[in-house]
């Protein structure tokens, strides 16, 4: 059967994957075909945060129609005839899941604590009376300046879509970003899109995106910061296999 020769050996696939909550959010994950529908479901719950009794998921073609309902836990993910280019949606049933309402994606969902500038003048232990505190360490005009090219030399391998590895941490993750950034300091950043959500934005910096990707999983980094090699996308499961 088509199904049973799908799971030879260590055959995977790549997908496209969707969230029903998170318009945004659409990597392309590599899907050992030997694995559980529940070890894919554990795959993507650290991806998007969808517990995995919440998730339902659903197998689409590359034109869009659905294929099947991976509906039972135990089945090998290949036994559905998956292949390279399909799209893996992900369900959430949770109402009450992390990932609705939207505030994942948008910020301006969130409710923001407010305080007045006469009650925040009052307060002490902040940081404007921190500031309020500091000795000038330097005369105006004297500070020292961090050229506009500053390490510049250091970007000449680095392009956008490079496998890479960044410290601290040896986060793996793509370039998606190389140049000077305008609402950062002087010099060249290299903007990375982490596999996992180990990073502080979705590619938006102080109101300026310098590039896409899902909440949590940007970073602008100093080229310094970054290793440019054959970096393929961690399995957390790879320790637990014999």
């Not at 959010?25 to 795959?43: C, D, G, H, N, Y």
């Not at 910020?107 to 309020?132: C, Q």
């Not at 993750?173 to 180990?198: H, I, M, N, S, Y």
């Not at 080229?223 to 296999?241: A, Q, R």
Request: a negative charge; glycine letters at 10%; aromatic letters at 8%.
């Amino acid at each position: 059967m088509a199904s049973q020769l799908q799971i030879q050996g260590d055959e995977s696939v790549l997908l496209r994957v969707t969230h029903s909550n998170m318009k945004s959010f659409s990597p392309e994950i590599r899907f050992s075909l030997q694995m559980t529908v529940e070890a894919v479901k554990e795959k993507l719950w650290k991806k998007c945060g969808t517990s995995v009794n919440s998730m339902s998921l659903e197998l689409y073609d590359e034109t869009g129609a659905k294929i099947s309902v991976l509906s039972d836990n135990a089945r090998p993910l290949g036994f559905y005839s998956p292949l390279d280019g399909y799209r893996l949606h992900v369900i959430d049933l949770d109402p009450s899941s992390v990932t609705s309402g939207g505030w994942l994606e948008d910020t301006s969902l969130v409710e923001k604590y407010t305080i007045s500038e006469e009650a925040y003048g009052k307060l002490g232990g902040t940081f404007r009376k921190f500031k309020e505190k500091l000795p000038l360490k330097q005369p105006p005009g004297q500070e020292s300046k961090i050229s506009d090219n500053y390490m510049e030399d250091l970007c000449a391998n680095i392009k956008m879509g490079d496998r890479c590895e960044v410290e601290p941490g040896e986060r793996r993750g793509t370039v998606k970003f190389v140049g000077r950034a305008e609402t950062l300091a002087p010099g060249f950043w290299v903007g990375v899109q982490f596999d996992e959500p180990a990073g502080k934005h979705d590619g938006m910096v102080k109101g300026k995106r310098y590039f896409d990707c899902p909440p949590l999983h940007g970073a602008m980094v100093r080229p310094d910061k970054v290793k440019i090699g054959d970096y393929p996308e961690k399995d957390p499961f790879e320790d637990e296999e014999i």
